[in-house]
């Protein structure tokens, strides 16, 4: 575990080091803008590369026989930001365009102790009503949509390639698998569409739409970006509303 820990710390070079002198080339044979966009993509790259050797902070291992575990990073948050990163940099690399995040399973007990909730998540949805624990639940909610709200206005300050935004151009899903932790129901579910999704979304509004499956959405989410689907899931039509 030290020895590989010691491989990790001195094998730290940024990999635009790596590439340095082929980005040089690539930057000579750009236009402005291209070039402009290409700086910004390094610039970004080289932060989140700063951002991560700062979250490394453990300077030694102690010898142990236990496995160097893999999974999320103490720091729930930063973790967040990360992956949302990535998926910023894939998206305006066209690395893909279409990506799935999962912050958290639905039956999740993950405690918040940084933000001063030490109870599991999924205890506190079963809190009968009570203020206090409703009140916590909220807090929760909070932490989740304000890391979701960064990504968001990431995307709005990065221009795509036809000169509107990296939002302007995407449609996003953000929601949940359960409305009611109490009685652990999956109906009137509350979701977030965010983008304009090439000009055919209209954001900023509240829809409160008939009893219908969510699948429903994802039929007309297709539709907008050209797919001619019919059904996907457990649909039965089209999302008329968005």
């Not at 803008?33 to 050797?53: G, I, W």
């Not at 909070?142 to 709200?149: G, I, S, V």
């Not at 932790?181 to 409160?208: C, E, M, Q, S, Y």
Request: hydrophobic content about 35%.
């Amino acid at each position: 575990r030290q020895k590989n820990f010691a491989i990790r710390q001195e094998s730290e070079r940024s990999i635009l080091d790596f590439v340095l002198e082929e980005t040089g080339d690539v930057q000579r044979r750009l236009g402005a803008q291209d070039r402009r966009k290409f700086d910004e993509y390094l610039t970004v790259v080289r932060e989140m590369e700063k951002r991560l050797k700062a979250a490394e902070q453990i300077k030694s291992l102690p010898d142990t026989d236990a496995q160097t575990p893999a999974g999320i990073p103490p720091d729930f948050a930063e973790y967040m930001q990360f992956m949302y990163d990535m998926l910023i940099l894939a998206f305006q690399t066209d690395s893909t365009r279409i990506a799935t995040l999962l912050l958290a399973y639905d039956g999740s007990n993950k405690t918040f102790p940084k933000i001063g909730i030490p109870e599991g998540h999924h205890y506190l949805t079963h809190n009968q009503r009570n203020p206090q624990l409703v009140k916590k639940v909220a807090e929760i909610d909070k932490y989740y949509l304000t890391c979701f709200a960064n990504f968001l206005e990431k995307m709005s300050k990065i221009e795509d390639v036809d000169g509107k935004s990296l939002l302007h151009n995407s449609m996003i899903v953000y929601g949940g698998a359960i409305a009611d932790g109490n009685r652990h129901t999956h109906d009137n579910l509350p979701v977030i569409l965010a983008g304009h999704a090439g000009g055919t979304l209209t954001p900023g509004r509240f829809n409160k739409v008939d009893r219908q499956p969510m699948s429903n959405l994802f039929v007309t989410m297709l539709n907008r970006f050209g797919v001619e689907a019919k059904t996907f899931g457990d649909s039965n039509g089209r999302l008329e509303q968005i």
